[in-house]
């Protein structure tokens, strides 16, 4: 079993406001990531981090930011939400170096509507 | 953009063997083969990787063609509850190596 945690799992919230998906991982892993996936579509990278202080755009351009202070705390904020921003964003974390370590692990998920 | 192309999707009876291919022609010499599947709308869960030589677990099997530049996914007996979207990505195990998934191979299990 993975030790990657999301909160909050569901959330429906009003157009304007700003919120917080949090991710937390307790394995120690360097690398982390958020994905955004719409229903039945394919999974984007939006966000990574390869470690405390680094952050970097993934392959979808995405209007939230990340920060990473922590290790095992990578955030994920959009300060003003919009219906567009409705999608489930999935949270993962990575190992780095040895073959076993690496394999990606990934949140529950958190499903974010925006009315 | 992903650099692996697999069928969008398959259908497998149950109990059957769910033989599932990949390529992946431009993988490089420390590219590693990842295979996981995503259930309805969970999170991946992680099936299996290797370089070069088949690996073996509970889960599945992977077979590694000689040059590389394909693979198969084997489950040896399928069940209703393998149906998901099957990845499989190339990665090298790196730090600074991102992730990205394609769009997989929605894999139906019939009774």
């Known amino acids: 079993e993975a030790d990657i945690y999301q909160t909050p799992r569901y959330l429906v919230i009003g157009t304007g406001k700003k919120i917080t998906l949090e991710c937390s991982q307790t394995?120690?892993?360097?690398?982390m990531y958020w994905y955004q996936q719409d229903p039945g579509m394919e999974l984007h990278l939006i966000h990574y981090s390869y470690g405390v202080n680094s952050t970097e755009k993934g392959d979808l351009s995405s209007e939230s930011t990340v920060s990473r202070i922590r290790t095992e705390h990578f955030p994920l904020t959009l300060e003003s939400a919009r219906p567009s921003h409705t999608s489930q964003y999935l949270c993962?974390?990575?190992?780095?170096?040895?073959?076993?370590?690496?394999?990606?692990?990934f949140g529950e998920g958190s499903w974010l509507t925006v009315v | 953009d992903a650099k692996t192309t697999q069928p969008t999707s398959m259908d497998c009876a149950e109990g059957r063997a769910a033989n599932l291919p990949c390529n992946h022609s431009t993988i490089s010499g420390n590219e590693y083969v990842y295979w996981y599947r995503q259930i309805h709308s969970q999170g991946p869960q992680y099936i299996i990787h290797?370089?070069?030589n088949n690996e073996t677990n509970e889960m599945a099997s992977l077979i590694i063609t000689e040059d590389r530049k394909s693979s198969t996914l084997i489950l040896p007996h399928a069940t209703l509850r393998d149906t998901a979207v099957y990845y499989c990505?190339?990665?090298?195990?790196?730090?600074?190596?991102?992730?990205?998934f394609g769009k997989g191979t929605r894999l139906h299990i019939l009774p």
């Open positions: 990505i190339v990665r090298v195990n790196s730090r600074d190596d991102k992730i990205i």
């Open positions: 394995m120690g892993h360097d690398k």
């Open positions: 993962a974390s990575s190992g780095s170096g040895a073959w076993t370590g690496n394999t990606i692990y």
């Open positions: 290797g370089l070069k």
